[in-house]
Structures are given as C-alpha cells and as structure tokens.
C-alpha cells in the first residue's frame, strides 16, 4: 500500500523470544484480539507484546500474528 511508510512500526524480538511491536508512524498502527472486535490504536514509541491470533492493522492492510 502506497499509504504505509518503510517505517511504519517495529516488530522485535526480547530475550524469551516473545515479539513485540512500536508504533512509529504519523497515521497510527492497531491491534486487535479478533477479527471482528475492535481496534485499539497503539501510543506512539510504545512497545506491545503480540499474542497469537492478533490482528494488526496498518492503514487499510491487515495482518494476522501467528507463533508457529
């Protein structure tokens, strides 16, 4: 999508290999726990730790985080 920057959030890993996700955008990035729930926007340089079956949402693109 030509509307999410190159840098639009950071997804990383800590030491127990958990993943976690800062926002680093001017338009917002979003989770959710279901599909159909509701998003919640992330503050801003703010680290979140995903948990299989969280949807994120970066502009109109949505993506689905799965530990495999």
């Given amino acids: 999508?030509?509307?999410?920057?190159?840098?639009?959030?950071?997804?990383?890993?800590?030491?127990?290999?958990?993943?976690?996700?800062?926002?680093?955008?001017?338009?917002?990035t979003f989770i959710c726990k279901k599909k159909d729930g509701e998003y919640i926007r992330l503050p801003k340089d703010h680290e979140v730790e995903l948990k299989h079956g969280t949807y994120i949402k970066f502009a109109t693109e949505v993506f689905l985080y799965k530990e495999v």
Wanted: net charge neutral; proline share 0%; charged share 20%.
């Fill in 1 to 28: 999508s030509h509307i999410i920057s190159r840098q639009h959030a950071t997804i990383i890993t800590k030491n127990d290999d958990s993943l976690y996700i800062t926002d680093k955008s001017s338009n917002g």
